[in-house]
């Protein structure tokens, strides 16, 4: 598929690069320089808050393109499990999310010279019980450190999951089928 715009992805994700280069045959990568830690919002909005910010700050800076804005949380019950501290937030991550079903919702913002749209995608996962060797040996390999919920359901934690419902791409960190269907909704892409 190629866009109307010139396209650039607001992130410095490898994965998020990769999913994008599925559906879009080039595209520009600029990560946003946004400070996500002077943001607060409650569970429910605030991936969707996370990815505008992104993408108005790269926006500003090339304002001629079509920008894609991104974040990815987890939720667990009411709790917001980000990316790891160190490795011992890690396995207490890991721990909690341990036999219990949690959700994963990615915020994607677009905008583009004439126009802006916005949507979430929401999977639920179910993660089997873990044991604390698991626990300590996914820590170790250091895959989970800069993932939001402390795995990634790309590599080995897709051990830990039983259960998974709706877009498996979305838990990676893009939801590359519904991000096609808006370009087409939106006219965004050309024919």
């Known amino acids: 598929m190629e866009a109307k715009y010139p396209v650039v992805l607001a992130s410095g994700s490898p994965r998020r690069k990769e999913l994008l280069a599925r559906i879009l045959e080039s595209f520009e990568v600029l990560p946003s320089t946004f400070d996500e830690s002077r943001m607060t919002a409650g ?35 009411n709790e917001l499990l980000g990316k790891p501290a160190d490795e011992h937030d890690a396995r207490c991550m890991l721990g909690r999310l341990s036999g219990r079903v949690h959700e994963v919702t990615t915020g994607v913002f677009l905008i583009w010279p004439s126009g802006e749209h916005s949507f979430q995608e929401t999977t639920r996962i179910a993660f089997r019980m873990i044991t604390p060797a698991e626990i300590e040996n996914y820590v170790d390999s250091g895959e989970p450190m800069d993932k939001a919920g402390a795995y990634a359901i790309q590599g080995e934690a897709t051990n830990f999951a039983t259960d998974i419902e709706g877009d498996f791409d979305n838990v990676v960190g893009l939801p590359v089928d519904r991000l096609r269907t808006e370009f087409n909704l939106l006219d965004l892409a050309l024919p």
Do not use: Y
């Open 43 to 77: 569970p429910d909005v605030l991936a969707a808050v996370l990815a505008e910010a992104k993408a108005r700050d790269v926006f500003s800076h090339r304002p001629h393109s079509l920008v894609i804005g991104c974040d990815t949380i987890v939720v667990l019950g």
